[in-house]
């Protein structure tokens, strides 16, 4: 990546379908402009622009809000699915001054089970850096694609979206008891093509054959003993903080350092929670700080019975700790420092310590 010798000017492309989608990515970066971390910010959602304009017509949008705005970097965050092309690449190439590019890459793909669409692998082979959500087999992926640059980055919590769990911390006294399950389920009884699908229904399907385990899955095509049903992503934080703890089982579960993305909202509303070991996952907070990482569905379910078994104070004071640790932590604030940090290192300066500079390379 060439050196910048002048202030940020940057644009985010974000993946929004509908104004105010993901609101805390935009704040993120404009929270920078307005403090002075960085000279210039702007925004486009080519989804949105499609809309009106077609796919075509939003690209030759995106290449003149380019030319008016003249950023020198423009930050891609999860196209997921919309069409970019190599002549949109080739384009901005060839502007007099074409901006470096940063790809914030929120998914996990593989080679055949969940394979790459085209236009993710377009960024990944134009970015100056990919930041990627998992490391290991993932970063091979990204470098046989051509990703020069592989750096990982934990996925973080909306600011904005979550902003009442942010400022308020759980309570700890309600007579609290299930086990909630937010996630859907994927593939027909226990199997799917999906890694770590297949062992997320074993997960609650024993969780389900305890009938001591008081439980709340929601999601979708669950059923049985316990379930809800979906619920929307604004209600998450809602909806942990009337359970006494949570559990997950992560898609991808062998990819080094991944996290859901769910992980930092169940930890933001302050409840113990039990999810998936993965490798590389030193980086992540300790029990005492609500996060029990275990290496199969039979062992979360036995760190689940441990659990219920502690007195419940103690549980819900483990999650208060948790809430603790997440918040101003890992949200899009830090997560716009951190990806700009990659073009003028001085933005990496107030990040905490921990997680920051403790993620795997």
Do not use: C
Not at 81 to 110: C, M, N, R
Not at 303 to 322: D, H, S, T
Request: charged share 25%; glycine share 8%; hydrophobic share 40%.
């Amino acid at each position: 990546m060439r050196p910048l010798d002048e202030r940020i000017r940057v644009l985010v492309l974000t993946n929004e379908e509908a104004d105010g989608d993901h609101p805390g990515h935009r704040d993120a970066f404009a929270q920078l402009e307005a403090d002075g971390s960085i000279d210039a910010f702007a925004w486009a959602a080519p989804k949105m622009i499609a809309k009106s304009k077609g796919n075509d017509g939003a690209l030759r949008e995106v290449v003149e809000i380019i030319r008016g705005t003249r950023p020198n970097v423009v930050v891609q965050i999860a196209i997921q699915g919309f069409p970019f092309t190599k002549g949109w690449f080739s384009e901005v190439a060839s502007l007099p001054q074409p901006p470096i590019l940063l790809y914030a890459e929120h998914d996990a793909w593989g080679r055949w089970r969940k394979p790459v669409p085209t236009e993710t692998k377009l960024w990944w082979r134009a970015s100056d850096v990919v930041f990627s959500v998992a490391v290991g087999k993932q970063r091979a992926l990204i470098e046989r694609f051509g990703g020069r640059d592989v750096r990982h980055i934990p996925n973080t919590y909306d600011h904005i979206r979550y902003a009442a769990a942010e400022a308020s911390e759980p309570s700890t006294d309600g007579d609290y008891s299930d086990v909630a399950v937010i996630g859907n389920a994927w593939g027909r009884r226990y199997f799917s093509r999906l890694p770590g699908a297949s062992e997320r229904i074993r997960l609650v399907r024993a969780l389900q054959a305890d009938a001591r385990i008081p439980l709340a899955i929601y999601g979708s095509n669950w059923t049985g003993r316990g379930v809800k049903g979906p619920i929307s992503i604004d209600d998450q934080a809602d909806v942990v903080r009337h359970a006494l703890l949570t559990a997950n089982w992560d898609h991808f579960p062998d990819y080094a350092a991944s996290s859901s993305d769910r992980l930092w909202v169940q930890m933001l509303a302050g409840r113990a929670h039990v999810t998936t070991l993965h490798p590389a996952s030193g980086w992540l907070p300790r029990p005492e700080q609500g996060l029990f990482l275990e290496p199969s569905p039979e062992a979360a379910v036995s760190r689940i019975r441990e659990l219920l078994a502690r007195p419940r104070e103690e549980v819900l004071q483990i999650g208060l700790e948790g809430h603790r640790w997440t918040r101003r932590r890992v949200s899009h604030r830090e997560f716009a420092r951190y990806v700009l940090g990659a073009v003028d290192p001085r933005l990496l300066e107030p990040l905490p310590e921990d997680p920051w500079r403790h993620l795997p390379h």
